[in-house]
Nanobody, 118 residues
């Protein structure tokens, strides 16, 4: 089992920055990739960014050049640095983890809310 705990969500003005953090606990050695997803009101959950244990990253087109995903030195944390925030970035952001050999995210956090105001 893997437990994921997000933090860092807040209310921020458009153009501002936030840094989300996700701490994994439990069977962290089984984790391959970690990622951030978001779900805006009335919309489906979507992938924002992901990073593998080897450091390969992937970003949604909508956040490229503005968001940066990274892993901490201890490898059980993942961060999402969000710059130049837009109103449309408002959502609940979820941390997720995929185990080695898995083709999907196996564990999810409870989410942290990001609200971007004008």
């Amino acid at each position: 089992q893997v437990q994921l705990a997000e933090s860092g969500g807040d209310l921020v003005q458009a153009g501002g920055s936030l840094r989300l953090s996700c701490a994994a606990s439990g069977s962290i050695l089984r984790i391959n990739a970690m990622g951030w997803y978001r779900q805006a009101p009335g919309k489906q959950r979507e992938l924002v960014a992901s990073i593998t244990s080897g450091g390969r990253v992937h970003y949604a087109d909508s956040v490229k050049g503005r968001f940066t995903i990274s892993r901490g030195n201890a490898k059980n944390t993942v961060y999402l640095q969000m710059n130049s925030l837009k109103l449309e970035d408002t959502a609940v952001y979820y941390c997720a983890a995929a185990l080695r050999g898995s083709s999907q995210m196996d564990y999810w956090g409870q989410g942290t809310r990001v609200t971007v105001s004008s």
